[in-house]
């Protein structure tokens, strides 16, 4: 009885070592594999609007952002930060930004270097990758300015990564002329024909052909300014005319300007306006806006009759 009592004992004694053994593996918590790493990029884009008559409607840009190999398409935005994934088989990543404003699109790059580093985080969790040393390109990238701000990423960061300032161009060399068709009177409407409209210099050839004007109508020059001179003749051939041309004289001013992180820009200024020496059918020359900029729809006008 002694020795079967003792078989029992040790019989018994691997399971229950086995049964404390499973429920001390039983009530042992997973590895947690959640690391603060990841390959997101915050990139901080900030408008800088130079100077000019500025429309509420021109605040924001429409961004598309691709990466650089096989175009792969990030993110559509217009807000001003945005989260962007880093090439994690590279230590560069190009970024392609087409922004659209109206009907003007613009592309850009941003070109980004940094550092990989694989550690292992556990055998059940596997490796992990952590992007460090970011810093943007400047010589490579397009933009006017780019600075760096935090060179590391997290999936928790206080800041952006990167800024990128996008400056708006708003100067322009182009005056915008507008020829007024005026009501004189008569009880039939006219409507004024205007073959040809040049200029002495700037961009060859006409201008505008072949415009009708009706009574109370307009239509718009764009007229490129020469930044060698200051000065520029404009003439116009209307078909009912009995003289072959008339002569709009304009005096510019050019001077340079810059704001901040933004490239120096050329500023062209109206000074005065003043039609030729047969005016019979040209009279009231106006400036409406001195400074050339994209935002300012007229510069200059003169009426027809």
């Known amino acids: 009885m002694k020795h079967n009592a003792f078989r029992y004992g040790k019989n018994h004694l691997g399971v229950i070592i086995a049964l404390i053994f499973f429920a001390v593996a039983a009530c042992e918590e997973p590895g947690d594999c959640t690391t603060d790493t990841t390959n997101i990029v915050r990139l901080d884009f900030i408008k800088l609007v130079n100077q000019g008559r500025q429309q509420e409607e021109d605040e924001i840009d429409t961004i598309r ?78 933009f006017d300015s780019i600075r760096p701000l935090n060179p590391e990423v997290s999936q928790f960061p206080e800041r952006a990564n990167i800024q990128v300032f996008t400056c708006r161009l708003e100067m322009s060399n182009e005056l915008q002329l507008r020829l007024n068709h005026t009501d004189d009177g008569d009880t039939i409407a006219d409507t004024l024909i205007v073959n040809r409209v040049y200029a002495n210099v700037g961009k060859p050839g006409d201008l505008r052909q072949n415009d009708t004007i009706p009574e109370l109508g307009n239509v718009s020059v764009t007229v490129p300014l020469d930044p060698n001179r200051d000065q520029i003749a404009v003439f116009v051939e209307i078909a009912q005319d009995s003289v072959p041309f008339r002569q709009i004289n304009v005096l510019y001013q050019r001077d340079t300007f ?48």
């Open 65 to 142: 952002i691709f990466r650089e190999g096989g175009n792969i398409f990030l993110e559509a935005t217009t807000t001003g930060t945005v989260g962007l994934p880093l090439d994690p088989a590279n230590d560069q990543t190009t970024l392609l930004v087409v922004r659209e404003l109206r009907n003007t699109i613009t592309l850009d790059t941003i070109v980004i270097n940094y550092q990989r580093e694989q550690t292992l985080i556990s055998p059940e969790c596997g490796p992990d990758q952590r992007f460090f040393n970011i810093s943007p390109d400047n010589e490579l990238s397009s």
């Open 258 to 305: 810059q704001v901040p992180t933004c490239l120096v820009q050329d500023r062209y200024q109206i000074d005065s306006v003043w039609t030729g020496a047969d005016s019979a059918r040209l009279f009231d020359p106006a400036i409406t806006e001195e400074l050339l900029n994209i935002n300012n729809p007229t510069n200059v006008q003169i009426s027809l009759r």
